[in-house]
Nanobody, 118 residues
Framework: QVQLVESGGGLVQAGGSLRLSCAAS????????IGWFRQAPGKEREFVAA????????SYADSVKGRFTISRENGKRTVYLQMNSLKPEDTAVYYC???????????WGQGTQVTVSS
């Protein structure tokens, strides 16, 4: 497993931007696929975006396509989630997760709060 730490959350007005970071502890970070998920109060956790270990493959939830961009810098053991045109419905705790098998996540971070005001 790999330890993950999210950062970059905060309070932003609708239409604004934030960039989340997911930093990993292991040197073998480049072997892991990374996903971003979010959970709003009273709702189930939902998939947001994912990037393969190489960065060649990315996937997005329909609700964020065209607004969010996932990327990674393996040399810095970090994955980013650039969030633009934020909406109040994007308000949630955002988590990153790692997997050795695509979409089979087994390591999770502690989460970072994103709040979008209207």
């Amino acid at each position: 497993q790999v330890q993950l730490v999210e950062s970059g959350g905060g309070l932003v007005q609708a239409g604004g931007s934030l960039r989340l970071s997911c930093a990993a502890s292991r040197r073998t970070f480049s072997n892991y696929h990374i996903g971003w998920f979010r959970q709003a109060p009273g709702k189930e956790r939902e998939f947001v975006a994912a990037v393969s270990w190489s960065g060649d493959t990315v996937s997005y939830a329909d609700s964020v396509k065209g607004r969010f961009t996932i990327s990674r810098e393996n040399g810095k053991r970090t994955v980013y989630l650039q969030m633009n045109s934020l909406k109040p419905e994007d308000t949630a705790v955002y988590y990153c997760a790692a997997s050795r098998v695509w979409e089979k996540y087994d390591s999770w971070g502690q989460g970072t709060q994103v709040t979008v005001s209207s």
